[in-house]
């Protein structure tokens, strides 16, 4: 069952302007949440108690700001301060790949592999870093099945990539935010070309780049665990990338062309 966390990510496309500056203050600072009124809350986000109370509503189905934080708390591991900063990674690892597994739908993995598969050429964007990095590790899975990839990283090579696209091309846009301008412009050639896009975003941070998709792969925002240091926000996109490989090598072409690029590794490090 998912939490209360991950229904407002679910139904974020569903609320008012207002309502999402709720949704977005119970996200990013949930467990101050807990000890809030809710008159205090709606002067700190500039929106009416009606709002606040609306938003209940439609999220969790709770009656009630009181009941609504219950249903928070439930969701919320208030963690005391500890040294044991293993025990808090898990704890936060645990926590995104629970709530990217809560928006993620088989189907819609099955019919990006069926995409990936029928593309002639298949073209990864991810802006510089941490997308760049996920986009590469894309490229070294799917090439190792036999299917042909590039990695594009920078403004300027995904803009000169889509302006080739034809319809037989496929567009994986790989942004944690969905707001990255670089992959929404890209993206937008890719479709004036038509090629198929499929976007890997967060739920609740992706209106521009999944008004220009084909298909999206929802993946957790971090945004609560954020106050607490350097976390990886590729930790919910890896995960979607091991859904789709092994989906991919369930396919009796992909696994063989895989098990051969492992028997050719194998024959070269005895060398």
């Known amino acids: 069952m998912s939490s209360i966390l991950d229904q407002i990510q679910l139904n974020y496309q569903t609320l008012s302007k207002t309502e999402k500056k709720v949704a977005d203050y119970v996200l990013t600072y949930n467990e101050e949440l807990l000890n809030i009124h809710i008159k205090e809350l709606a002067h700190q986000i500039d929106v009416s108690v009606a709002t606040i109370t609306r938003f209940c509503r439609k ?3 709770a009656s009630s ?4 934080k219950i249903l928070l708390r439930d ?3 208030v963690q005391e301060v500890t040294e044991d900063v293993i025990n808090s990674v898990h704890q936060f690892y645990e926590s995104v790949i629970n709530s990217t597994n809560s928006l993620s739908n088989l189907s819609i993995f099955q019919r990006a592999c069926q995409w990936i598969l029928e593309a002639k050429r298949i073209h990864a964007y991810g802006l510089g870093g941490s997308s760049g990095l996920s986009a590469e590790e894309l490229k070294l899975r799917l090439s190792r099945m036999g299917l042909t990839i590039d990695t594009h990283k920078d403004s300027h090579a995904m803009i000169i990539a889509s302006s080739f696209l034809t319809e ?3 567009v994986i846009a790989i942004s944690s935010s969905g707001q990255t301008k670089e992959i929404i412009d890209a993206s937008e050639l890719a479709k004036r070309k038509n090629a198929k896009v499929i976007s890997i975003s967060n739920y609740s941070e992706t209106p521009p780049l999944a008004n220009l998709s084909d298909l999206m792969l929802y993946t957790a925002s971090i945004k ?3 106050a607490q240091g350097f976390l990886n926000s590729q930790l919910s996109i890896l995960y979607v990338l091991d859904v789709l490989s092994i989906l991919l090598t369930n396919h009796q072409d992909t696994m063989k062309t895989y098990q ?3 028997h050719a590794l194998d024959e070269y490090k005895k060398i």
């Open 224 to 226: 609560p665990y954020l």
């Open 260 to 262: 051969h690029t492992l």
């Open 168 to 170: 037989e091309d496929l």
């Open 75 to 77: 969701a919320v591991k």
């Open 65 to 68: 700001f009181v009941e609504f």
């Open 59 to 61: 999220i969790g189905g």
